[in-house]
């Protein structure tokens, strides 16, 4: 028998892998586990709302050719984006099907 004192409420619960009382995770291996998982999809979120950074100031640059060399990296960004949630999509609808 294992008995787990929650770190949330305090409560201890016995052979579980929840809390009984605020069904907070238990287990120290389980909550890591979820941490990396919310921390990777925090970061997968982060890096497709925005295009990095030097594609930005190329955008901003005082010679034309470098701000056209930005927007076509943009509008690459954009695109390989587009095909990325296509993809996901796809995945998501063969899995579902
Ligand atoms: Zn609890």
Sequence with gaps: MKIIKCINCGVYNKNRDRCKNCDALLSYKKRRAQQIKAENTERLEKAKKSP???????????YIMFRVLGWIL????VVVSAIGA????????????
């Design 52 to 62: 990095p950074d030097f594609i930005e100031n190329l955008q901003q640059h005082r």
């Design 74 to 77: 943009y509008s690459a960004f």
């Design 86 to 97: 296509f993809i996901a999509w796809l995945v998501f609808a063969i899995a579902a099907g």
